[in-house]
């Protein structure tokens, strides 16, 4: 049984730990203190639990009345497929439910996860800054 939850207080090193197993840290910072920053950050937090272990997340940064961006959504790969990703997503919508937008860019590899879920693709996503490690 998995339970969703809206956490406040997750450790960087969980966090860490749940990039790692769900193949998206190739993707993501490695430091505990940016992982903590970026877990600070966030709005909202929600996590997926099965038999309290972490095995997925999605973490958010809201205005709370238009536009709400998924900046991570992760769940471990020994769940994937169970449906986890798109409960987060719910979940995460409804905790912001005065928001009119919600949106995301996926890594590459995860674009079929999104069109098999339903969700409607934007064509005009644009990366404005980046900078290196």
């Known amino acids: 049984m998995i339970t969703y939850a809206q956490e406040e ?14 193949g998206l840290a190739e993707r993501r910072p490695t430091e505990l203190a940016r992982l903590d920053a970026m877990l600070r950050g ?8 099965a038999g309290g272990q972490l095995v997925g997340l999605a973490r958010s940064i809201t205005d709370w ?11 471990v790969r020994s769940h994937q497929g169970q449906g986890i990703g798109k409960a987060l997503l719910d979940h995460t919508a409804q905790a912001a439910p005065q928001v009119r937008t919600c949106l995301l860019l996926s890594a590459p590899d995860a674009e079929g996860f999104y069109d098999h879920a339903g969700y409607a693709r934007h064509a005009g996503a ?7 490690e």
């Open 65 to 75: 009345a238009y536009c709400l961006y998924c900046s991570d959504l992760c769940v």
């Open 42 to 49: 966030a709005q909202i937090v929600v996590t997926a639990r």
């Open 126 to 132: 644009f990366v404005f800054a980046r900078r290196a």
């Open 9 to 22: 207080r997750l450790r960087a090193q969980d966090f860490a730990e749940l990039l790692r197993a769900s």
